[in-house]
């Protein structure tokens, strides 16, 4: 259960390791000695070499920036682990601040030249050049991009430390089993998820009332936020508030405009599974608090880490013979740290290794269903990074939001398969189906009630509208029950519920939701693909995750023979959606 970093460096010894962080730093500096200032004068044959320097130079030094952040992630309070990844992050920026003239020289270039993209010798780089393309005619003067830097550090992006300072130093009074207990935030949103629904109730109560008493506060921050975006927009010249997001995701406004459409067209669907729900519950409606509870039928058992393995590789060896022998390496070869440990961060996550053509996966395993779950989302990544990093350049690896999380869903729903055909009970095919359901609809339905309201935020400030905490809650709620119309209760302080969601409070971070949205019904679309074709699908999905960033994910959809940019492909997912739906229904 505990990780081998090893193979990341030459030799594990903390002077060795120092010592290419310091080759990493020097290299980067030759680069700098070489290219700065020339860049615009290169020819075809000259940035192909630029470009393929760079690539080496990134899978040179990959393996010890992932050993020092890994050791570091898996115990923060080993002191080697501290050094190390404090010299770790020294370093990077010190090649961060070298290199960083690439982009903009790169940029000036393709300004200049654009057919060189056409180039059949850059044919490797054509869709990562299209993108920085894409971007430059956004970008202010070096000057000016380093003034913004220097100044959105204490001007609108300590908004964000504000409200994380809000959140972790706030403490919150509430009553359990007849005692009255004192719980940190972290703390009490645990209990959202606990099987006695007067507690749920009493935390969200306890939670939103005491977030709604700061109102001044956080309308002046979100005001403040989406008024400077909106400036920044006009000065980089972006026609709307989401193109920067459209063209760092690489996506069209057509696209996310379908998709947006389909799940407005869809809320009966998600409303039907909620009235599913309370049934289920043994409720006549759902409050707010029971919408992501458990079901009373979940069960409790518990998975050894041989028993998760054998779960997770197996529903790979179902799926594909290759991917499922991947899966077990990743074990065999103790690419996985699952130990729960003091000093290690919590959560999980997936680091791609691209010149071990491999991962490292980090989570705490407690033996429970939903850490099988993020153990099966996780080496999803992983099958990402084996199949991306055997077709792909790094530089081609950089891979956005929306096709990032494919890999991983799709992981999840060969668990929900292989746990369906092996449930015994009809309470256990309840509950798997309810939680498949649950994350559907959390991420497809409740995720795009806050893309609808961001939006309007926007229109209301460039109408002239202003944004007082009560106007704000006015347009949450409407956003809200766009999507669940009247089948949820409403506790009435859950009207201050935007006011916990840290990523409005981000500078330079807007739309960041609907990326979500996107990965789960595309993941659904393509699960239905995958029924309907059996095993002829297979080799569509390795070629999808194999591209890795090297096509758009529009153009990725044209080769497997499908289109993003109408609303008949995002049906697909909800048609999937809907089969789930109809099987719970029939265990009733
Ligand atoms: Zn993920």
Same mark, same amino acid.
């Given at each position: 259960?505990? &990780?081998?970093?090893?193979?990341?460096?030459?030799?594990?010894?903390?002077?060795?390791?120092?010592?290419?962080?310091?080759?990493?730093?020097?290299?980067?500096?030759?680069?700098?000695?070489?290219?700065?200032?020339?860049?615009?004068?290169?020819?075809?044959?000259?940035?192909?070499?630029?470009?393929?320097?760079?690539?080496?130079?990134?899978?040179?030094?990959?393996?010890?920036?992932?050993?020092?952040?890994?050791?570091?992630?898996?115990?923060?309070?080993?002191?080697?682990?501290?050094?190390?990844?404090?010299?770790?992050?020294?370093?990077?920026?010190?090649?961060?601040?070298?290199?960083?003239?690439?982009?903009?020289?790169?940029?000036?270039?393709?300004?200049?030249?654009?057919?060189?993209?056409?180039?059949?010798?850059?044919?490797?780089?054509?869709?990562?050049?299209?993108?920085?393309?894409?971007?430059?005619?956004?970008?202010?003067?070096?000057?000016?991009?380093?003034?913004?830097?220097?100044?959105?550090?204490?001007?609108?992006?300590? +908004?964000?430390?504000?409200?994380?300072? +809000?959140?972790?130093?706030?403490?919150?009074?509430?009553?359990?089993?007849?005692?009255?207990?004192?719980? =940190?935030?972290?703390?009490?949103?645990?209990?959202?998820?606990?099987?006695?629904?007067?507690?749920?109730?009493?935390?969200?109560?306890?939670?939103?009332?005491?977030?709604?008493?700061?109102?001044?506060? &956080?309308?002046?921050?979100?005001?403040?936020?989406?008024?400077?975006?909106?400036?920044?927009?006009?000065?980089?010249?972006?026609?709307?508030?989401?193109?920067? $997001?459209?063209?760092?995701?690489?996506?069209?406004?057509?696209?996310?405009?379908?998709?947006?459409?389909?799940?407005?067209?869809?809320?009966?669907?998600?409303?039907?599974?909620?009235?599913?729900?309370?049934?289920?519950?043994?409720?006549?409606?759902?409050?707010?608090?029971?919408?992501?509870?458990?079901?009373?039928?979940?069960?409790?058992?518990?998975?050894?880490?041989?028993?998760?393995?054998?779960?997770?590789?197996?529903?790979?060896?179902?799926?594909?013979?290759?991917?499922?022998? +991947?899966?077990?390496?990743?074990?065999?070869?103790?690419?996985?740290?699952?130990?729960?440990?003091?000093?290690?961060?919590?959560?999980?996550?997936?680091? $791609? &290794?691209?010149?071990?053509?491999?991962?490292?996966?980090?989570?705490?395993?407690?033996?429970?269903?939903?850490?099988?779950?993020?153990?099966?989302?996780?080496?999803?990544?992983?099958?990402?990074?084996?199949?991306?990093?055997?077709?792909?350049?790094?530089?081609?690896?950089?891979?956005?939001?929306?096709?990032?999380?494919?890999?991983?869903?799709?992981?999840?729903?060969?668990?929900?398969?292989?746990?369906?055909?092996?449930?015994?009970?009809?309470?256990?095919?309840?509950?798997?189906?309810?939680?498949?359901?649950?994350?559907?609809?959390?991420?497809?339905?409740?995720?795009?009630?806050?893309?609808?309201?961001?939006? =309007?935020?926007?229109?209301?400030?460039?109408?002239?509208?202003?944004?007082?905490?009560?106007?704000?809650?006015?347009? &949450?709620?409407?956003?809200?029950?766009?999507?669940?119309?009247?089948?949820?209760?409403?506790?009435?302080?859950?009207? +201050?519920?935007?006011?916990?969601?840290?990523?409005?409070?981000?500078?330079?971070?807007?739309?960041?939701?609907?990326?979500?949205?996107?990965?789960?019904?595309?993941?659904?679309?393509?699960?239905?693909?995958?029924?309907?074709?059996?095993?002829?699908?297979?080799?569509?999905?390795?070629?999808?995750?194999?591209?890795? =960033? =090297?096509?758009?994910?529009?153009?990725?959809?044209?080769?497997?023979?499908?289109?993003?940019?109408?609303?008949?492909?995002?049906?697909?997912?909800?048609?999937?959606?809907?089969?789930?739906?109809?099987?719970?229904?029939?265990?009733?």
């Amino acid at each position: 259960m505990v &990780w081998d970093l090893a193979p990341l460096v030459e030799s594990t010894g903390p002077a060795s390791v120092q010592k290419k962080l310091t080759s990493m730093v020097d290299e980067a500096k030759r680069m700098r000695n070489k290219y700065h200032g020339k860049i615009e004068g290169l020819d075809t044959k000259g940035l192909r070499e630029l470009l393929e320097t760079k690539d080496a130079f990134y899978l040179t030094f990959e393996g010890v920036m992932m050993y020092c952040g890994l050791m570091y992630a898996a115990d923060a309070t080993f002191d080697e682990a501290k050094q190390l990844n404090d010299a770790s992050r020294r370093a990077s920026m010190k090649v961060g601040q070298a290199l960083a003239f690439i982009d903009i020289e790169m940029g000036k270039l393709l300004i200049d030249i654009p057919s060189i993209i056409e180039d059949p010798m850059l044919s490797e780089y054509r869709h990562y050049l299209e993108r920085l393309l894409r971007s430059v005619p956004h970008q202010l003067s070096e000057t000016e991009e380093r003034v913004i830097i220097v100044k959105d550090k204490n001007g609108v992006s300590a +908004w964000q430390l504000l409200q994380s300072d +809000w959140l972790s130093t706030r403490t919150f009074n509430i009553e359990i089993a007849g005692k009255m207990k004192t719980l =940190s935030y972290g703390k009490i949103i645990g209990l959202y998820q606990s099987q006695d629904r007067d507690l749920r109730r009493q935390a969200y109560q306890v939670v939103y009332k005491e977030l709604g008493i700061d109102k001044v506060l &956080w309308a002046s921050a979100i005001r403040a936020v989406c008024a400077d975006h909106l400036q920044m927009c006009v000065l980089r010249k972006y026609p709307t508030a989401m193109t920067q $997001s459209l063209i760092s995701n690489d996506v069209d406004q057509q696209t996310i405009a379908s998709l947006m459409k389909t799940i407005e067209g869809h809320v009966g669907l998600y409303q039907r599974y909620l009235r599913i729900k309370a049934r289920l519950m043994g409720v006549t409606k759902l409050a707010n608090y029971d919408v992501v509870a458990p079901i009373p039928q979940t069960s409790e058992k518990e998975y050894t880490w041989m028993e998760a393995r054998k779960e997770v590789v197996d529903a790979y060896l179902g799926f594909n013979k290759q991917l499922g022998g +991947w899966v077990d390496e990743m074990f065999e070869k103790r690419r996985i740290d699952g130990e729960i440990r003091r000093g290690k961060r919590s959560g999980a996550f997936c680091s $791609s &290794w691209l010149a071990g053509k491999s991962a490292y996966i980090l989570q705490s395993f407690n033996e429970k269903i939903g850490d099988v779950y993020t153990q099966i989302h996780e080496l999803g990544h992983a099958v990402h990074a084996y199949l991306g990093s055997r077709a792909q350049k790094p530089s081609n690896y950089e891979v956005g939001s929306c096709i990032a999380e494919c890999g991983s869903i799709f992981g999840e729903l060969l668990l929900t398969e292989r746990l369906l055909s092996k449930a015994d009970t009809v309470e256990e095919k309840q509950a798997i189906l309810a939680n498949v359901l649950d994350q559907f609809g959390m991420a497809a339905f409740q995720v795009s009630a806050r893309v609808f309201f961001e939006q =309007s935020l926007y229109d209301a400030i460039e109408k002239g509208v202003f944004l007082d905490g009560e106007a704000i809650s006015e347009m &949450w709620m409407a956003a809200r029950d766009k999507i669940y119309g009247e089948t949820v209760d409403w506790l009435d302080v859950m009207k +201050w519920e935007w006011t916990m969601k840290s990523h409005y409070y981000m500078a330079n971070y807007r739309f960041y939701n609907y990326p979500y949205v996107f990965a789960q019904l595309f993941v659904f679309a393509l699960y239905k693909l995958y029924q309907e074709q059996g095993t002829a699908f297979v080799p569509k999905l390795k070629i999808l995750l194999a591209a890795g =960033s =090297s096509k758009s994910p529009r153009d990725l959809g044209v080769e497997l023979g499908f289109d993003i940019t109408s609303e008949v492909f995002w049906e697909k997912g909800m048609k999937q959606a809907e089969e789930f739906i109809n099987t719970l229904e029939e265990t009733l």
